[in-house]
């Protein structure tokens, strides 16, 4: 929504992910919220110092708002949970709505679809996005090969 806690910690995990298993596929990875709560600003210092313990850095990343012209440049366009994604696609032409998917879709046993907002709650909340995240990168590196 705002992008300050789950995307930009899947934006660093996925980069990190493809740098070390797919470094022949030049790939861009970005991350933006449906919401302009938040455009400019860090990410989250939760998601920064959960993200850091796992050896990622996300210091350098700020929150930016889903453009028009972001449906016509990605190839996939991920949304955390059923709610965002639901406003993606009104958002979008319906011929891009074939990119806008759930990144949990990509997971290999998801409990479900969406990674829950850990915004309101405590640390522990942080270390589950980064562990859903991480579940989704194999098969989202996956897909993207076979887009390629």
Known sequence: MGNICRSPTAEAVFRDYARRHAPDLQLEVDSAGTHDYHVGEPPDPRAVKAASRRGLDLSGLRARQVEETDFER?????????????MLLERSAPEYHGRIRLLLE???APAGLDVPDPYYGGAKGFDEVLDLVEEAAAGLLAELRRLR
């Open 106 to 108: 990509f997971a290999d």
């Open 74 to 86: 990605f190839d996939l366009i991920l949304a955390m949970d059923r709610l965002n994604h639901a």
